[in-house]
DNA sequence: TGACTCATGTCAGTATTCTGACATACCGTG
DNA sequence: CACGGTATGTCAGAATACTGACATGAGTCA
């Protein structure tokens, strides 16, 4: 069971159960948003725009994790879907400024509490106490991570 | 900066911040597996093989949480650069028993090098006692999902 | 034994994300 | 002002992972 010595122990690695716990909450979020029409990614990009309107491609790419080019591919879609609007030109250097469309903000909306009812599970057996100190101990690695 | 009422907190969610602590451990994967040849997921397919041999396409599949046709592809990649080897045959039912060759014990002990000095970065600024919660806590997170 | 359910390995096609590349716009320093 | 460095938006192609589908083997139950 416990063959120690050259590998990683996945049971108490720490690494392995983010990846799990991270794994886990997508599958749980795709489950409930898939019977919206719905997926994880344009859902960050949704929320995120909602909570910073005006954001870039760019900064809506790193604040959902992945590259501008995928970004990029995904605000098209939306913008074809009419969830979000682009200004044809840059009022300023490259960057385009996205916004919500009233519809987009309307599928937010939906998104927004089944996403809400993931995340109340997964918090489920946790104390608030214990929520404080997740979020301090995540926003730990993450520094060490990018440094 | 706070617009309060009808999304999620970015700042103080814990979902968020899985994602970002999960997205940073990957980049930083990444970036010391590249020179040497070896990906995530790969890496994380023979860890999984070095401690538990014998594992079947199915079984790696869930322990790298991927689908098992996603393994397989990977598997087979693996096998041809003899890296794993699979028997012919399957001894009992379909199941095909996965080993690790010499070779792909070589390989993977330069990649647990590499990963293990990232793990360390990422825990450099928690206490045993903070590693140790924040295990339990994950623990919860992934229950309450699952359930 | 036979029927049913479930899990597995695998093939094929699709979807998503990434890497590479390019032109362009800002910004600092000389 | 000129210029190198950095950031952006975007296109194209490659890599990766996924969904759908099928045949097969094991286990269960009547």
Redesign the interface.
């Known amino acids: 069971m416990s ?1 120690d010595g ?3 122990h ?1 049971e ?4 392995y ?12 979020m795709e489950d409930v948003l898939r019977p919206l029409g719905m997926t994880v990614t344009r859902y960050s990009c949704l ?2 725009l ?2 910073r309107p005006g954001l870039s491609n760019s900064e809506l790419a790193r ?1 959902t ?1 992945v590259t501008r080019q995928s970004m990029n591919v995904l605000l098209q879609a939306l913008e074809r879907e009419g969830l979000v609007t682009r200004p044809p030109e840059a009022p300023v250097g490259k960057v385009l400024p996205t916004r919500l469309t009233p519809t987009g903000r309307k599928a ?2 939906k998104a ?1 509490v089944a ?2 009812s ?2 109340l ?6 104390t608030d106490d ?2 404080a ?3 301090r ?11």
Chains 1, 2 share one sequence.
């Open positions: 063959q050259a590998g990683i996945l108490t690695s720490l690494g159960l983010l990846k799990e716990a991270s794994s886990a909450l997508r599958t749980a929320e995120l909602a909570q604040g994790f937010l909306e927004t996403v809400r993931v995340e599970r997964m918090l489920a057996g946790l214990e929520q100190q997740a979020l101990i995540l926003r730990s690695m993450v520094r060490s991570l990018q440094a």
